[in-house]
């Protein structure tokens, strides 16, 4: 089956909620990826922060291989030994509490939504509230999507749960009005991602704290994106000066496992109880097997210095970059801003077309994720391939 025959497959029989680019890759290992051509690419986006570990880590891939061939699925209603070790991981390199395992991020903020609400419920708010930011991005199932301002303004797709409320983005006043006796959670991601990598200041950060400390409120922090050694520490948190009483994990969790993570300090680790949540597939031994050994990879402070020492790299070499005006992000997490004038998507596109695999979030914005692994002469290899689709932009 060739490209076209696929596309056609696709455009039958797929919902089209994706616009994909008209490459197939067939294999990866690394940094790298091979289309069905055997086009070589550098993944500087690695399935969207997911393949953090590089492509079919070895580690990985033996873990999960092991693992399969022993046990793959039991359901939450027995003991398998990955579901306990992973949680008591995520907990003790984290916020001591518990964790609940989910399959996704967004079923990951799901159960953060319900220990918000019900926690907001046993101090005697009747409407309990969700406070976000403007543009933040915490899923497509309809909690997630109603944290999700700009998507829940979609009125085909209402009505959306109440109880949900957007507030400008980084603007720690609006977040002091905005929290208050019948405010459950302030759910924030500490980087927005899908919006274009902004990050938030301290300053904004600690208002969120010191609001939700004068309130009752929960802090719940979406890590999804930023989790996982993705800022050059395990969870970018830990570069802040506030600690959350929630955080959720997503993406790099399993190395491109689908596993998600809502982890607690000891007192929200309190809030649910049996039967007030729950999920089939969730904490299954594959995945849990899979995210252990990711963590085993990242949780290592050389490998998170060397996350930080790449991302001063592409950084640097990105602001090189006749045509890039500004680069935001922290670690392996960046974004380029563009110049104006400059089409992202375009940009994006030729940038494939020369073996650079990124995306653009924004029309004036491209997102570099590579995996945390990537190599130092790979990222010079990347500017370098970016350096040469923006001298022929500019030459148009
Ligand atoms: N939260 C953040 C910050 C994300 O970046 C994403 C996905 O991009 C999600 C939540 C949703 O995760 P998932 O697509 O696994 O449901």
Not at 3 to 22: I, N
Not at 88 to 99: A, Q
Not at 178 to 195: D, K, R
Not at 240 to 262: E, H, N, Q, W, Y
Request: glycine residues 10%; proline residues 6%; negative net charge.
């Amino acid at each position: 089956m060739n490209l076209t025959d696929l596309q056609a497959l696709e455009q039958r029989y797929l919902m089209h909620t994706y616009k994909r680019a008209p490459v197939e890759f067939v294999r990866g290992e690394g940094t790298v990826l091979w289309d069905a051509e055997g086009r070589e690419y550098l993944d500087f986006l690695a399935g969207i922060s997911v393949c953090s570990v590089g492509h079919c880590n070895p580690e990985v891939v033996e873990a999960v291989r092991e693992q399969a061939g022993r046990l793959m699925h039991t359901s939450n209603l027995f003991y398998t030994e990955p579901m306990v070790r992973l949680a008591e991981r995520l907990s003790t390199s984290s916020l001591g509490g518990r964790v609940f395992f989910a399959n996704s991020g967004t079923e990951a903020n799901e159960c953060a939504i319900k220990i918000a609400r019900k926690h907001a419920h046993s101090r005697g708010i009747e409407a309990p509230e969700i406070v976000s930011f403007a543009n933040d991005f915490h899923g497509r199932t309809y909690g997630g999507l109603s944290a999700t301002p700009a998507l829940a303004a979609n009125p085909d797709l209402g009505p959306m749960l109440p109880g949900f409320r957007s507030i400008p983005f980084d603007d720690p006043d609006a977040l002091r009005k905005a929290v208050g006796s019948s405010t459950a959670a302030v759910l924030i991601e500490p980087i927005q991602g899908e919006a274009g990598v902004y990050p938030l200041r301290d300053e904004t950060l600690l208002a969120a704290r010191e609001a939700c400390d004068a309130s009752g409120a929960l802090l719940i922090l979406d890590e999804i994106q930023t989790g996982i050694g993705r800022t050059g520490s395990l969870w970018a948190y830990e570069q802040t000066p506030v600690r959350p009483d929630v955080i959720t994990s997503a993406k790099a969790l399993g190395g491109g496992m689908p596993i998600g993570a809502c982890i607690t300090t000891s007192a929200a680790g309190e809030v649910l109880k049996p039967g007030d949540h729950g999920s089939t597939f969730a904490a299954g031994p594959v995945a849990c097997t899979a995210a252990l050994a990711v963590l085993d990879i990242v949780d290592d402070p050389a490998l998170l210095r060397g996350v930080r020492e790449r991302g001063a790299r592409l950084r640097n070499g990105l602001l090189g970059l006749e045509g890039v005006s500004e680069v935001r992000g922290r670690g392996l997490m960046l974004a380029a801003g563009l110049a104006d004038g400059i089409d992202a998507a375009a940009l994006g596109a030729d940038l494939l077309e020369r073996g650079l695999v990124v995306n653009a979030p924004r029309p004036d914005t491209l997102r570099l994720l590579p995996p945390l692994t990537v190599d130092p002469d790979q990222i010079d290899r990347a500017v370098a391939i970016a350096e040469a689709a923006l001298l022929s932009y500019a030459a148009q």
